[in-house]
């Protein structure tokens, strides 16, 4: 028996414990392509103002896309969407690995989870056959102890899980679901939200494959995008190094920040690079994604030391950045182990790396405040690994930093919001962005906070012919792959979140069309038009990335997000970082007013609210979202 290629909505109540399925139909698929553009229709329709994001009404939706489950490469992406526990705001979190592909493979596009279950379960799913399981001799277990006792109860070890760690057991604010040693599901609490369901972990097991319409062509569209691939100059780079492959070239152009952003580039950035782990004996094997060529994630070892024994996914550019550079570390086995904690816990290594830093500040600045015993000096790697576990613990001073670092600046004070670096209540991506505009730009402008993963605008950066191109097309000149320029980011930043929504969507990695470049608007038009069977262009399929952007907006709109929830940390805008003082490395209010300014208008949005008005709305077929927000006196007066 094989899948539809547009699969079944799966529902669960964890309420009432039931479970009924409907199908994800055509239509559904023509108006918002999938995964995340429709995780965003049904965040809207199910999830009411004001509800609580740990609370029974918020909904926890699983979305795989129209190409996952194929043989098109980069297809194995999984797009979760909820409300944030930590910014209350909309949150999408897009992950890889097998997870999303062995859903696919049961027979169904999106899992939708409702309510509160009032004792530990988890969901397994066999093909047509789904079971909520009692779930109390996992609660309280790491999420390697979770696959191996759900593999052990299901005697299948080839079966993908879903887990969340004690992290999200205990709602930390940045707590992750891990899809494996090496995916995760990160930013914004969305392991808390699963915690607070009560849900430990979703097992899935799926046999049928997918069936897709006109195979010949369908055949001649991923030969296509097997030949794009190999002609990507970038390609290579990031097999053999991963995504810390950048981190010598983002150190060198004061992007790689460091002591919490203080400097805008590490001393000892040489022994976190992705070449470093490659030459030290650490790295083991380079893993990819379902259906990925480019493997671009890293299963490291430690074999001797004091860490001897770790073992991990990773690390990535953001977390030898977040866990390291932040906190002055240069100690790659030390964060390979803080990384290893991350993972088996359940935390965003962002954020941990984030907040972690801001409270090393704090220590800095001699605040007052209770240090727990521990050491909290720049650099000290092994107060680094103990945070790690007591936040996800909430032991301690855990307790607190467990909360983010817009909640604990509020408990310790005294100041400390000055540098705690974090903006809608998310902490920042690793970039510092005051060298980069188009990321400051992006980081504003992103509904779920301050960091890259909506809109990668790493091509303004042009370092290869690829991103050249790509500004060209943009903008219609090269000269505007330059990070340090404020103009034309508003139009960069546009393309960037419209093509990012598509590639989501769709249940393609980012990287293949917003760092990689292979997986053109055009290509993705003719594999989404396969799908459907309607031919569409690129220009069309890109308008449904604005769709969706939109409706992610709305979604913030109707929960009070104004103008004055775009921005960024405001040591951003105020301090130029050391190591770079004099050289222009600053985004001042008045800079990103102008860029912001350029956007909204871009949008047709009202420039002084920053909100979409009704003719936006209209244009998108979003009349009824209009409708409510006009009740709700959320709509701005045009004229």
């Not at 049961?106 to 004792?119: E, N």
């Not at 060298?435 to 980081?443: D, I, N, T, V």
């Not at 409706?551 to 921005?567: I, L, P, T, W």
Request: glycine share 10%; aromatic share 8%; net charge negative.
């Amino acid at each position: 028996m094989t899948t539809s290629f547009y699969g079944d909505i799966l529902y669960l109540d964890l309420s009432s414990g039931t479970v009924r399925s409907e199908p994800f139909t055509r239509e559904m698929a023509e108006s918002t392509i999938g995964s995340r553009g429709y995780g965003a229709e049904l965040l809207w329709r199910m999830v009411p103002k004001g509800a609580d994001p740990l609370g029974p009404t918020n909904a926890l939706i699983f979305g795989v896309g129209l190409l996952t489950g194929t043989s098109v490469p980069s297809s194995g992406r999984t797009s979760i969407t909820t409300k944030s526990p930590a910014t209350g705001l909309y949150l999408k979190s897009n992950v890889g690995g097998a997870w999303g592909a062995a859903l696919r493979f049961a027979g169904y596009s999106f899992l939708v989870v409702t309510g509160q279950s009032d004792h530990p379960v988890y969901l397994w799913i066999d093909n047509n056959r789904v079971e909520i399981r009692d779930a109390h001799f996992l609660w309280g277990k790491d999420v390697r102890e979770t696959e191996k006792l759900i593999h052990r109860e299901l005697s299948d070890s080839n079966i993908r899980i879903a887990a969340i760690g004690p992290a999200g057991e205990n709602l930390v604010m940045y707590a992750s679901i891990m899809c494996s040693n090496y995916n995760a599901a990160a930013r914004g609490g969305i392991g808390a939200v699963m915690g607070s369901k009560r849900l430990k972990a979703i097992a899935v097991r799926g046999n049928r494959p997918v069936e897709v319409p006109n195979p010949k062509r369908f055949g001649e569209l991923i030969k296509e995008s097997w030949d794009l691939y190999h002609a990507q100059s970038g390609v290579l780079g990031t097999h053999l190094f991963g995504t810390a492959g950048g981190v010598l070239t983002g150190n060198a152009t004061g992007t790689f920040s460091a002591y919490n952003h203080q400097k805008s580039s590490f001393e000892d950035a040489s022994k976190l690079s992705g070449q470093y782990l490659a030459s030290s004996g650490l790295l083991i094997r380079r893993v990819g994604c379902y259906a990925c060529p480019m493997s671009c994630h890293r299963y490291s070892e430690v074999h001797s030391g004091p860490y001897k024994g770790t073992y991990t996914g990773g690390p990535e550019f953001e977390t030898v950045g977040s866990l390291g550079a932040a906190n002055g570390s240069g100690n790659i086995e030390g964060i390979l182990k803080a990384n290893e904690y991350c993972n088996i816990y359940g935390l965003d290594t962002i954020s941990t790396g984030r907040v972690i830093a801001w409270i090393f500040e704090c220590h800095q600045r001699e605040l007052d405040f209770d240090r727990d015993g521990l050491d909290m000096e720049w650099g000290n790697t092994d107060t680094i690994i103990e945070l790690c576990r007591r936040i996800a613990l909430r032991e301690g001073i855990g307790n607190i930093l467990a909360e983010g670092t817009k909640r604990a600046a509020k408990i310790i004070g005294q100041g400390s919001d000055a540098w705690a670096m974090q903006a809608k209540g998310l902490e920042q991506a690793h970039c510092d962005s005051r060298s980069s505009m188009a990321y400051s730009l992006a980081y504003a402008v992103n509904p779920r906070g301050p960091d890259h993963l909506m809109t990668e605008a790493l091509a303004e950066r042009g370092r290869s012919p690829e991103m050249l191109s790509v500004i060209e097309e943009i903008t219609g000149d090269k000269k505007y792959a330059n990070q340090y320029m404020t103009e034309k980011r508003a139009e960069i930043v546009r393309w960037h979140e419209d093509v990012y929504a598509v590639t989501d969507s769709l249940g393609l990695c980012a990287f293949a069309s917003t760092a990689q470049y292979y997986m053109t608007p055009k290509l993705m038009a003719e594999l989404y038009s396969t799908m459907v069977g309607r031919e569409i262009e690129p220009k069309e399929i890109l308008l449904l990335g604005k769709k969706i952007v939109t409706m992610e907006k709305a979604f913030n709109v109707r929960e009070g997000a104004d103008r004055k929830y775009d921005s960024i940390p405001k040591r951003l805008m105020v301090e130029e970082p050391s190591d770079r003082v004099g050289k222009n490395a600053i985004v001042s209010q008045q800079l990103l007013d102008t860029m912001l300014d350029e956007y909204y208008l871009l949008h047709g949005w009202d420039v002084a609210s920053g909100l979409p008005t009704r003719k936006v709305y209209e244009t998108l077929g979003l009349g009824e979202w209009a409708d409510e927000l006009e009740n709700l006196s959320l709509l701005p007066v045009e004229g």
